[in-house]
């Protein structure tokens, strides 16, 4: 039987606010599913919607008992598709896995055909679970950036920096040439380490809590959110004219407390992005686009990998603030690798 972390639902919620719980468990194959392709998982990840998951808060698992982890990387051991065969190495992010379908923090899965992405030849497989959605999501924003036009004379401003899609999006942006200031609340201690991927200016992020004016000083090309807010908001208020920001996570608050100020003196697009439900071809664009521009170097330093039983105290040092980064979690390791 393979072995899986299952979420549960608690009968009454804990004193913590947890709703649910996590365990790993021994499950039966057919609590897999019916879907068309069998997947041997090999590596998963954390991101902070697995840290709600695996710590019981409310707002993200929609059923129980449900099978945690929202990114997968593996191997194909069965297909009814014609799209995949046995031994390909294939990648999948999103798609509700975590919240209303079975994830990827399981020895076997069963996914659909047509939301898998064929594993670039750039990456190993736990390369690319080190990149997961919080890269992928990283890539879409970037790629909307780019879309939309950067203006380089200026900083991009990347908030939630020391997260997984904000790692990411630093190290893209730097390795496309773009200046990158990142934002933090913690600069005295992860400073150095936001340097090494890429930024040229650390923000502390009081300077973007509290209600500010409906436009301010000019100072960013565009930016890239994953905190939403009162940060959100006063990012939008600094936008120089033309400028995007691109919204990805609602980590500090799901409110925008803003006025259309912005979006008609200056002209600046809010540009939401979304990596569950995303199109099969712009999955695939963003894979190709973390392919040719990822630093690798920059991806392994930001890295901590820990196993499937380490996976849910990481979840809970995660949601503590006492991580920064990416997790792998490798489905085979019997400890966890530092």
């Not at 896995?97 to 898998?116: I, K, Q, Y």
């Not at 200026?154 to 920096?161: L, R």
């Not at 650390?202 to 509290?210: C, P, T, V």
């Not at 894979?287 to 930001?302: C, H, K, M, N, Y």
Request: proline share 5%; with cysteine; net charge negative.
């Amino acid at each position: 039987m393979p072995r899986a972390i299952v979420i549960r639902s608690l009968d009454e919620p804990t004193a913590t606010g947890a709703i649910n719980t996590a365990a790993v468990e021994d499950i039966d194959i057919a609590m897999l599913g019916d879907d068309d392709v069998l997947i041997e998982v090999h590596y998963s990840d954390l991101n902070y919607k697995d840290g709600l998951a695996l710590t019981g808060k409310p707002g993200i698992v929609r059923s129980t008992p449900l099978i945690g982890g929202a990114d997968l990387v593996g191997t194909v051991v069965e297909s009814a598709s014609p799209a995949w065969n046995p031994g390909d190495e294939v990648i999948l992010n999103g798609i509700g896995m975590s919240e209303t379908r079975h994830g990827g923090f399981c020895e076997l899965a069963r996914v659909p055909a047509g939301s898998l992405v064929k594993l670039p030849s750039a990456f190993t497989q736990a390369q690319a679970a080190a990149i997961g959605t919080a890269g992928y999501t990283a890539a879409l924003c970037v790629l909307r950036l780019m879309r939309e036009g950067i203006d380089a004379s200026y900083p991009v401003v990347v908030t939630g920096a020391t997260g997984g899609v904000g790692s990411i999006a630093v190290a893209m942006l730097d390795a496309a040439h773009c200046p990158v200031a990142a934002v933090t609340g913690r600069a005295d201690h992860y400073g150095d380490y936001l340097r090494e991927l890429g930024a040229g200016q650390i923000i502390d992020r009081a300077e973007f809590l509290g209600q500010g004016k409906p436009l301010q000083q000019a100072r960013w090309a565009g930016g890239i959110d994953t905190v939403g807010g009162e940060m959100l908001a006063n990012l939008l208020a600094q936008t120089r004219y033309g400028g995007t920001v691109a919204a990805c996570g609602l980590a500090g608050s799901p409110s925008l407390p803003a006025t259309v100020m912005p979006f008609i003196l200056r002209n600046v697009t809010l540009a939401g992005i979304d990596s569950v439900h995303t199109p099969l071809i712009q999955r695939q664009a963003a894979w190709e686009f973390l392919a040719a521009t990822l630093p690798l170097d920059r991806l392994e330093s930001a890295t901590l990998t820990v196993s499937l039983d380490d996976a849910i105290p990481a979840a809970h040092r995660l949601m503590n603030g006492q991580a920064h980064g990416r997790i792998v979690v490798d489905i085979r390791a019997s400890t966890s690798v530092a």
